[in-house]
Nanobody
């Protein structure tokens, strides 16, 4: 059973960088051919895919967030991370990490495991 757990600050000030970590257990983040994604849901809105890091370490970002997003991983800890810079209150959301089992050339949005989500509020 694969389990994902998000962690990070629940409150971030405007203009700062939001940093979250997803710790994976029950499976390796380097296992072919999974993608490991970050998805967020602002209050009252739908899910928004932010980006993914592949089993190979390649990264893929939403075009609307690419200029401010960075994802990385620590294979020794079986963790992957999200950094979103220059945040505004519009970045307030529940942030999820999830495993994408699309097995395609690019992340396909077929999620089989999710973290429970972590609330991040951007406010001064």
């Amino acid at each position: 059973q694969v389990q994902l757990q998000e962690s990070g600050p629940g409150l971030v000030k405007p203009s700062q960088t939001l940093s979250l970590t997803c710790t994976v257990s029950g499976g390796s983040i380097t296992t072919n051919y999974y993608y490991w994604s970050w998805i967020r849901q602002p209050p009252g809105k739908g899910l928004e895919w932010m980006g993914a890091i592949a089993y190979s370490g390649s990264t893929y970002y939403s075009p609307s967030l690419a200029s401010r997003t960075s994802m990385s991983r620590d294979t020794s800890k079986n963790q992957f991370t999200l950094q979103l810079s220059s945040v505004t209150p519009e970045a307030t959301a529940v942030y999820y990490c999830a495993r994408d089992s699309s097995f395609g050339t690019f992340p396909g949005g077929e999620y089989d495991y999710w973290g429970q989500g972590t609330q991040v509020t951007v406010s001064s």
